[in-house]
């Protein structure tokens, strides 16, 4: 076997000819030239396999760096939107306390509300508009300096300077024609005086606004019979009221109201009051017989706010001008029965009252209910 070559080693035996020997070499050439061709064969398809290997390993990579970028982008996304809800929530989180805030400042303003509402339920409706009233002069008079009060039949002082006079004709129209002629010659014994006829203008009223709150200590009774002298009768409340069997308690005082005639019961303590009106109708046996009577809470009133007008009385007329020569009795009687005299434009006079020189009064005005 040489160097250069390769030799085949057949098993030839003593016996075999040359011919024979050469047919098995050429054999045998065959056998390993197809084993040759296989193994090219096998080689190419190796090749090519590692090309689609290699192929495939650079698509794979490309597409594990798209992947990776992908993945990158997506989580940087992801961290965005979590920083995203990470404010959202932080603003939830401030809005959500804010509103709790507003929730509690809320129920707190309710919760006053309530009371408030509690506490006004107790209370009378108090109407801030002040229906118009006529007013006309009574004749009464008071003190001056004397101040005036506001409920809900008003009642307006008016002031009289010595040597006026004011009256009050039945008739509207009376007036109207006294205050027409205006000045009037009076005839007095045998002298004559003048005096003018000025219309009355009063500061009424036109809007007010009440602040009333429950007092806890007093209570207001009302429905109370007409019988007996008040003294008997505020002390037959007394005892009724001070009775723990009844709900009341130490009292006070007893008042009773001149304008209505009902009866302020004043207590010790501020707990027995509200017991009181929850009842609101007691049965009290007075002057050996049982009687009805209401129980509200006592209001006490404060004015806010108070508009006013000027109004002229329809019916009151102030003469001005009036020397002091009679008496006052007199001088009054002689204008009275001059201004009754349809002769001097006069009519049926209501009320008449003459305030001599020197002197100072105030007039009461009071709601005019003559034509209701």
Do not use: W
Not at 163 to 181: H, N, R, Y
């Amino acid at each position: 076997m040489s160097d250069q070559g390769f030799s085949l080693l057949t098993s030839i035996g003593p016996d075999t000819s040359p011919r024979k020997h050469l047919e098995m070499i050429q054999q045998e050439i065959k056998k390993y030239k197809a084993t040759c061709e296989q193994l090219e064969n096998d080689q190419t398809e190796l090749k090519v396999a590692r090309d689609n290997l290699l192929e495939i390993t650079k698509q794979f990579k490309m597409r594990s760096a798209t992947v990776q970028q992908r993945r990158q982008e997506e989580e940087q996304l992801k961290a965005s939107q979590v920083n995203l809800h990470k404010e959202r929530l932080v603003s939830v989180q401030a809005e959500h306390a804010e509103l709790c805030r507003e929730s509690e400042a809320l129920q707190n303003e309710l919760d006053r509300m309530e009371e408030e509402n509690q506490e006004l339920r107790l209370q009378t409706q108090v109407s801030t508009a002040v229906p118009e009233k006529k007013m006309v002069f009574t004749g009464v008079t008071a003190v001056e300096g004397c101040s005036s009060s506001f409920d809900v039949k008003p009642r307006i002082l008016y002031p009289i300077e010595g040597g006026t006079a004011l009256i009050t004709f039945e008739e509207e129209d009376v007036a109207q024609k006294v205050l027409e002629i205006k000045f009037h010659k009076i005839k007095l014994g045998e002298c004559y005086i003048t005096v003018e006829a000025r219309p009355v203008q009063l500061l009424v009223p036109s809007d007010i606004e009440v602040e009333t709150h429950v007092c806890d200590k007093r209570i207001l009774i009302s429905d109370l019979p007409k019988i007996g002298m008040e003294d008997q009768l505020l002390d037959k409340l007394e005892i009724y009221f001070q009775k723990k069997r009844n709900g009341g308690g130490d009292v006070d005082m007893t008042e009773m109201l001149p304008d209505s005639g009902n009866v302020v019961v004043t207590f010790v303590e501020d707990t027995i009051a509200k017991g009181l009106t929850s009842k609101e109708y007691h049965d009290i046996k007075m002057f050996d017989k049982m009687y009805c009577v209401k129980v509200t809470p006592f209001l006490n009133g404060e004015i806010k706010h108070l508009k006013a007008r000027t109004s002229v009385s329809k019916k009151t007329v102030q003469l001005v001008g009036i020397p002091d020569i009679l008496d006052e009795e007199n001088l009054q009687d002689n204008l009275e029965i001059h201004f009754q005299k349809p002769s001097s434009g006069g009519g049926e006079v209501d009320a008449f009252v003459y305030i001599p020189l020197g002197k100072k009064a105030v007039g009461i005005f009071e709601e005019d209910t003559s034509s209701e």
